[in-house]
């Protein structure tokens, strides 16, 4: 197929070009990932706890439909178990970069991890 | 007792524009079948209909076939004025705001494949801040940014391609025109 007959213009050419770079953009800014320091814990949005990485805990988070277990051990935090009904958050598995969360969404239980350093973030200023 | 009957006066364009919307209902029944990977990444199908009419019959026509789609659509597929319902209405009539703007771009340079990507990103935004500012308040919402992104210059490209290629060849959409 030549360019007549797929029928792309020049224009086409340079807007397609844009969008991938706009897409890498975009993923270079939200996926950088940095060491996280901290773990927030929230609970029907409202911030349940924060606290440090350094020291290995287990927490029960209460939510609408029980209790989420997180837990932080050797840096990494995570969903332990949580009684919601897809467990979406629980097979996240471990978080270790800073930005990495788990959201148990029934239950409105989130665990988020965050670096010394608040990256710019385009959805919240 | 007579029986009254309510008829409401209906013309061609009207017609037409039934048609239309109705071409564009089955892509998004047809596309709904096939599973994503993440809610809200789809092909879109249903758009090549609306850009195949913006090109030939101009933004308000392509406004009511989008338009009647996603309404037909809520009804057909159970999810009338539920989150997903509006989630599909804010991404079209964001598409279709961009739309109307594209279509003053020098139509030399500028396609249905340009007009696509504009509509398949201005789609995605629309929903985005939707579920940003109704369902989902939270900051972790931006990972999920570069796949949409992604999702959109691919589907958007491939739907404009499949536009342009329709706009080229009459007799393939005179049939669905008659």
């Known amino acids: 197929m030549n360019y007549n007959k797929l029928h792309v213009k020049f224009g086409d050419w340079l807007v397609l070009l844009a969008g991938a770079f706009f897409t890498l953009w975009l993923a270079s800014l939200v996926w950088h990932g940095s060491a996280a320091d901290k773990a927030i814990i929230r609970s029907g949005g409202k911030i349940f706890r924060e606290l440090p990485l350094s020291r290995d805990l287990e927490l029960e988070v209460p939510g609408p439909l029980g209790m989420s277990k997180i837990s932080i051990h050797n840096h990494q935090a995570r969903i332990t178990s ?44 | ?98 739309l109307v703007l594209s279509q003053h771009l020098p139509q030399r340079w500028f396609g249905p494949v340009t007009q696509s990507i504009l509509a398949a990103f201005a789609h995605i935004t629309g929903q985005l801040l939707l579920v940003y500012f109704w369902l989902i308040p939270h900051a972790g919402l931006a990972y999920l940014l570069p796949i949409f992104a992604a999702a959109a210059l691919i589907f958007g490209t491939v739907n404009g391609l499949i536009a342009a290629r329709f706009l080229q060849a009459p007799q393939i959409s005179g049939v669905a025109a008659t």
Request: proline share 6%; hydrophobic share 50%; charged share 15%.
């Open chain 2, 1 to 98: 007792m007579t029986a009254s009957v309510i008829k409401l006066a209906t013309t061609d364009s009207d017609h037409h524009i039934a048609r239309m919307a109705a071409f564009a209902l089955g892509l998004s029944v047809l596309e709904a079948a096939f599973p994503s990977p993440l809610p809200g990444v789809k092909p879109g199908l249903a758009n090549i209909v609306t850009l195949i009419v913006l090109a030939r019959y101009g933004w308000r026509a392509a406004a009511w076939v989008s338009l009647l789609r996603v309404l037909a659509g809520g009804l057909l597929m159970g999810n009338f004025l539920s989150p997903g319902f509006f989630l599909g209405l804010s991404g079209a009539i964001f598409s279709l705001a961009i």
């Open chain 1, 82 to 125: 949580d009684p919601s009904p897809r467990q979406y958050c629980v097979r996240q598995g471990w978080l270790k970069q800073a930005g990495e969360v788990a959201i148990c969404l029934p239950n409105q239980v989130s665990l988020e991890l965050s670096g010394s350093k608040k990256r710019y973030d385009s959805l919240s200023y």
